[in-house]
């Protein structure tokens, strides 16, 4: 460590909060992760964003890289500093800045604990969702750098869902304040959404603002005994396929149960068990008992010994014992403990998990399974001996093997770990070269450099280090001087056959009036990249479009004469759908109204009911992003797309994420391109998790002075009643100036909405003129979402770009049409 | 000495599979007062676990100053324990790591002294008999309010968490250590004013008629001799400056049908010792204290000092190598209870109301070594009128920690000053606790802020409802003062 280096942290830092003693250094070696050792070259740690930036802007100008690190939980490696690198530990950040109860957030320095907040916020009746289960250690900035999960993600969503805004430390020392407000990004591209999961190769996270959720009301749980833990398996997908939606679902196979039973920490598990099952259902009080018994029934019927309920708190943590006792209780049977971490699609599990037996009997290893069944996120546990060098070679190999397996079934090769060091070899199962050299492009973006937390999560650019990214390539590096080739429209045109481009009047009519060259309807997503990148040398700008509903957004116009709109008409299939999955992959030009029918069958939905949705199709739905007035309860379209093919302006095409909830593997370039209005893009395919349709869809209609309908939805909103919007709508009745009405929709099993309508109309406290039911409700909605929604929030959604984001996106607008061939950004 | 070395680090060694049972997890730091305070990984149990392994994979040096500096930094509160998933036996192997350090590098001079003064007994005595002439004199007292008023006048408290302000104490580290001294043992005096606060209430209310309720169900008054019996537990600390707590402990455990034994021979227990790495003069303690008590032929040992019982309940794993004594420590061990526990065992026995708003701090050697947390509140809420509240942040140690906000006076004082903040917020009159050196820790926090809020032991408490209630007969109890 370079004296003058530790002399300047020191200063900014103060002498406490600088260790460079080698000894002293060793408790930095790893993380969560015993398996990576690498001493840093120092730690600072600071106790504010200032600090932070003036200590990164010292370690910059010394030429050494900075490893961010919370509490030093993560279990990918992630955390620990590669070749003397300097590790910045948010400890000391530790404050919770805000808690704006009335809007539901909260804002907090990085270094505060995940249990802690939580802890904080229940004297005003919420809770931060995500609950890793390190949650009583791990910090919230350590949460944002690995996108974490947690057995109560399954109903209320992973982190990303619930971060909306950041400030971030770059490489160079410049803040960038992304987000916040409780808004989400209203325009411009989601970098929140790409800066969560990143593993701290970004920059440095320096506050958090988090969305907060009502604690709910009531809790149930139960537990399925099982012979066979295929069978549980199956009770997952039952319990899922009937349309219950628990908190919950998490597996404990039978060699967990026996090592946990057989620990100080025994839970009274049947010992002989195959597997244990908790379902954990929660919300309103009402619907929940019904719901349980429900689940109770399906574990029944799936061949389940007993099924154990809890009827008090004491008994909810006894059920709940064995599953958060198994790694310590595993940790003290095993010398070495390897926690693996992957998903698969909830339908494949039975499969995935007969092949991790198999595995493991062909590397005669002993694999415990215990997992979040209801994500389809697998642990396996593998129990070995580090002394032993053939056995951890095994592991090694049937780690690998493993990964390979749940790749196949659909799913990836981690769902909350991360990568970090541990995985970067498996990166290449689930990301091309051209998926992988676009995340080092936007990596680059943010850190030009590479000083932040370098060698982790993307494997080694081929070639060397040389190659990192820069210009997305293309057919060629400038725009065609090629002297041979035909310019201009026709050059485009010429691609496709006949029947697949209107021109002139016809794409005049096509537009309903609108002034372009052509309109082409490409059928595969090469077709697409073609286009794109005859389009680039030719200088023809692009404009994409679905079904050309929305092609009156300002600014959508690219500029210049002679553009061709790319419609995603032809491309309308579906690909995938597999409703136990609770999961979809449709062509980008399907209609959403197609698309609805398609999960009315099945009981199933996608509410988002963005403006314009029903007018377009899936991929403008993706491409416009945003949320519509149920985003509390299933949140916005960012968080609802899981994977995405595209074509980019360099006319590669990417395929991002995956169609499984879970997924971190690599950077979340999905949140890049949902939202972004294909400037960067041209989306031709979107994997998207879907809900249960509820039971009943009943919405209340209150009228009155528009004072009084705006105290009765601040009342809904301080009751912490789960009604699923407030919507408040001018309207002049009788010719009366003044006057609102208030639509409040209730979601929910039968119970549980009539138990919420009553409680809903008390606290409004007047009787609705008008009850809407069903289809009814619905409908209604989307007409109002159709023609001008409102939406009830309080925050101000005031997007404000500054100049480091600004730049930021800019970079990123060039990294992805470098050839100006799609619209300019807003 | 290096031959003695290497076979220390060998015992070190040895442990690698307890060592190894920590996989990393990091479910302790925030369990870890020191690591919430100071945010270095070395600073914490995961870490000084790891500075340990790497002692035995020879990748560090005993002698080291890190390994110096964390392991005697830790408060050996034990808190990590509960909150570890794998189960490992932290304080344990704190007390070898210490062993192991402590022999290349010898303790600084005060603990050493320490050590050695409550290791012998006329030197123990000397001690206590100084502190309590001491004490008579008000001498402590007075300088106690002395440093209170300078210290507010120069807005020292607000300051006290400010981690800057951590590093500027530490130059004065060895004047705070000497105020500390004799705050403490200023705050080891009898609460009489609380009690006297008391009486003047109850003059108000109805006495008599809650005396009547402490007759009306008599216990133990059968003189066929079936009762249990128990040798309490004089110790060194107690035996001196708090023999008011060690005859009440005899009164109540009478008062709830146990027959309560001097035992005479009895010494030291070794805690301090065995805490402190000492290890081989704590075995040698602990040998006269079982013989002790053997002979006695006693039923169960009470401890009314957390530090003190927790390390006699360890007896078993100390002195597990010796075979002529292993089988009597695991017996002797296994009769040791907190004198908390004995009490909540008979269920309630209702003496005089006392009005009063006090809180409890748990000692961390009763919560976390011992796993006591219920019995202590039984006991408290046994006693009618007395309103007990919630303490924030109960579960961290205080920062007395034995001999360490002695000997680390300035990390100490910044534990010790979040408790007194957290104790002061609850508005309680008084904060009740079951172990001296808590008492004394917080009680001297309390003084230094300029707070009349006292520590009072909880066998204290229930004394004085006894005596008031007149269990102990008309005529105040045999150690009415």
């Known amino acids: 460590m370079n004296p003058d280096l530790a002399d300047s942290l020191t200063e900014i830092c103060g002498p406490d909060a600088v260790i460079v003693d ?524 679905g079904s050309g509903s929305r092609l009156g957004w300002a600014g959508g116009w690219p500029s210049g004469t002679g553009v061709v709109v790319v419609s995603t008409r032809r491309m309308a299939s579906l690909v995938h759908y597999e409703p136990a999955d609770l999961t979809l992959t449709a062509a980008a030009g399907m209609r959403w109204r197609n698309l609805d029918a398609k999960l009315r069958l099945k009981a199933q939905w996608l509410p988002l009911e963005t403006p314009g949705l029903w007018s377009g199709t899936v991929g403008g739905a993706v491409a416009r992003g945003g949320a519509g007035p149920l985003r509390t309860r299933y949140g916005a379209v960012r968080d609802s797309v899981l994977g995405l093919e595209v074509v980019t302006g360099a006319g590669e095409v990417l395929r991002l994420g995956g169609r499984v909830v879970k997924n971190v593997a690599g950077f979340d370039l999905v949140r890049l391109f949902t939202g972004s209005y294909g400037t960067l893009g041209i989306v031709t395919q979107a994997s998207m998790r879907l809900f249960p349709r509820p039971e009943v869809d009943l919405t209340l209609c209150f009228e009155g002075a528009r004072e009084r309908m705006l105290e009765g939805a601040a009342a809904l909103r301080a009751s912490l009643l789960p009604v699923a919007a407030a919507e408040l709508h001018d309207r002049s009745v009788a010719g009366r100036e003044g006057r609102a009405a208030l639509a409040v929709r209730v979601l929910g099993g039968a119970a549980e909405a009539e138990d919420v309508r009553t409680r809903a109309e008390a606290t409004v406290g007047i009787e609705p003129v008008d009850v809407l039911l069903g289809n009814e409700s619905e409908s209604f909605h989307r007409r109002a979402t159709e023609v001008a929604p409102e939406p009830l929030r309080s925050a101000v959604v005031a997007r404000r770009e500054d100049s480091v984001s600004s730049r930021l996106a800019d970079g990123i607008k060039g990294l992805f049409d470098p050839h100006r061939v799609l619209p300019r950004r807003p | ?216 169900r008599p216990r133990g008054t059968s003189t066929a001799d079936d009762r249990p019996t128990v040798g309490v537990l004089a110790g060194c600390v107690q035996a001196g400056l708090f023999s008011r707590v060690n005859a009440a402990t005899e009164r109540v455990l009478t008062a709830n049908g146990y027959r309560a034994l001097r035992v005479r021979a009895q010494g030291c227990c070794g805690a301090l010792h065995a805490h402190g790495g000492d290890l081989g003069r704590a075995r040698a303690l602990a040998r006269r204290h079982i013989a002790a008590f053997e002979q006695a032929g006693v039923d169960f040992v009470a401890s009314n000092a957390s530090g003190c019982g927790a390390a006699m309940a360890d007896y078993g794993s100390l002195l597990d190598d010796d075979d002529a004594i292993a089988e009597s420590a695991r017996d002797f061990a296994a009769r040791v209870r907190d004198v908390s526990q004995l009490l909540a065992e008979r269920g309630d026995r209702a003496g005089a109301p006392l009005p009063l708003r006090v809180t409890y701090d748990p000692p961390c050697h009763l919560l976390h070594a011992q796993g006591v947390a219920e019995a202590p509140l039984a006991v408290l809420q046994s006693i009618p009128e007395l309103e007990v509240v919630p303490l924030a942040d109960a579960a961290e140690c205080c920062g007395g920690a034995g001999i360490y906000g002695l000997a680390n006076p300035e990390l100490g004082g910044w534990i010790g000053a979040d408790k007194v903040h957290s104790a002061l917020k609850t508005g309680a009159e008084a904060v009740v606790t079951g172990n001296p050196g808590c008492m004394m820790q917080i009680g001297a926090g309390l003084a230094l802020a300029g707070s009349r809020v006292r520590t009072v032991h909880l066998v204290e408490m229930l004394d004085e409802s006894y005596r008031l209630g007149g269990v102990y007969g008309d005529t105040q109890g045999p150690g009415a003062r």
């Open chain 1, 22 to 545: 080698r000894d002293r250094l060793l408790a930095y070696e790893s993380d969560g992760l015993t398996a990576y050792r690498h001493r840093p070259g120092a730690v600072v740690l600071p106790r504010t964003t200032s600090q932070v930036r003036r200590a990164v802007l010292a370690v910059a100008r010394h030429g050494l890289a900075v490893v961010p690190r919370g509490a030093g939980t993560g279990l990918s490696g992630g955390a620990v500093a590669l070749d003397g690198a300097l590790v910045l530990g948010t400890a000391r950040m530790d404050r919770i800045v805000e808690i704006d109860a009335p809007n539901r957030r909260a804002v907090v320095q990085p270094g505060v604990v995940n249990a802690d907040l939580s802890a904080a916020l229940r004297p005003y009746g919420l809770h931060y969702a995500p609950d890793p289960s390190s949650q009583s250690a791990c910090t919230l900035g350590g949460n944002v750098g690995e996108n974490s999960g947690g057995p109560h993600c399954l109903k209320h969503g992973v982190t990303s869902r619930h971060v909306t805004g950041l400030e971030i430390v770059l490489s160079d020392g410049s803040v960038a304040r992304l987000g916040g407000m409780g808004g989400e990004a209203e325009a411009g591209y989601d970098l929140v959404g790409v800066v969560v999961g990143s593993e701290g190769c970004f920059g440095v996270v320096t506050e958090i603002e988090v969305g907060l959720l009502p604690l709910p009301e009531g809790v149930r749980t139960l537990l399925g005994i099982f012979d066979r833990i295929e069978d549980a398996a199956r009770a997952v997908s039952e319990v899922v396929g009937v349309g219950l939606l628990p908190a919950a679902m998490e597996i404990i196979d039978g060699p967990t149960i026996r090592a946990v039973e057989e620990s100080v920490f025994a839970a009274g598990y049947p010992i002989d068990a195959g597997a244990a099952l908790v379902i954990e259902f929660d919300g309103v009080d009402a619907g929940l008992d019904e719901e349980s018994a429900r689940a109770a029934g399906i574990c029944d019927r799936m061949g389940a010994r007993e099924v154990r309920r809890a009827r008090s708190e004491e008994e909810r943590a006894a059920l709940w014992k064995g599953r958060k006792k198994a790694f310590g209780a595993m940790g003290r049977i095993a010398p070495d403990l390897l926690v693996q971490d992957a998903t698969v699609p909830r339908t494949a599990l039975p499969s995935t998990l007969r092949g991790i037996a198999e595995i493991a009997a062909r590397y005669r290893l002993s694999v415990a399974n215990v997992f979040h069944a209801g994500d389809g996120n697998l642990h396996p546990n593998i129990v070995f001996d580090r002394r032993n060098r053939e056995e951890s070679g095994r592991v090694e190999c049937a780690s690998a093997e493993i990964m390979r397996l749940c790749v196949g079934a659909g799913g990836t090769i981690t769902g909350e770990h991360g990568v970090g060091l541990d995985k970067r070899r498996y990166m290449e199962l689930v990301c091309g070269p051209a998926e992988l050299k676009a995340m080092r492009g936007v990596r680059l973006v943010f850190d030009p450099a590479g000083t932040m937390n370098p060698g982790k999560v993307l494997p080694d650019a081929p070639g060397g280090g040389g190659d990192q990214g820069g210009a997305q390539g293309g057919p060629s590096t400038r725009r065609s001087v090629g002297g041979g080739r035909v310019r201009g429209v026709g050059s485009v045109l010429d691609l496709l056959p006949a029947g697949q481009a209107l021109v002139g009047e016809e794409a005049a009519e096509w537009l309903g009036g609108s002034g372009a060259e052509a309109v082409v309807f490409p059928e595969s997503a090469e077709e697409v990249a073609a286009l794109v990148r005859r389009a680039a040398e030719s200088s023809v700008p692009l404009l994409p479009a």
């Open chain 2, 1 to 216: 000495m290096k031959l003695s070395e290497d076979g220390l680090a060998r015992a070190l060694a040895e442990q690698d599979d307890a060592l190894a049972n920590c996989v990393h997890c990091g479910f302790c730091l925030p369990a870890c007062p020191t690591y919430r305070r100071l945010g270095d990984e070395a600073d914490s149990p995961r870490g000084r676990l790891y500075l340990m392994r790497a002692i035995v994979e020879g990748r560090l040096d005993a002698g080291s100053d890190a390994f110096e500096t964390h392991i005697s930094r830790c408060l050996g509160c034990r808190a990590c324990e509960p909150a570890c998933p794998a189960g490992v036996e932290y304080g344990r192997l704190l007390e070898l790591a210490r062993q192991v350090g402590g022999s290349v590098r010898p303790p600084p001079r005060i603990s050493r002294l320490l050590l050695a003064t409550f290791g012998t007994k006329w030197a123990s005595r000397l001690a206590m008999l100084g502190a309590r002439l001491l004490r008579a004199s008000r001498i402590p007292d007075l300088l106690t309010w002395a440093v209170s008023r300078v210290r507010r006048r120069s807005g020292e408290e607000s300051a006290i968490e400010s981690e800057s302000h951590w590093a500027r104490q530490r130059s004065t580290a060895r004047w705070r250590s000497l105020w500390l001294a004799f705050a403490m043992v200023s705050a080891s005096a009898p609460p009489r004013r609380l009690f006297a606060k008391v009486r003047r209430r109850q003059v108000a209310s109805d006495a008599a008629a809650a005396a009547d309720l402490g007759r009306s």
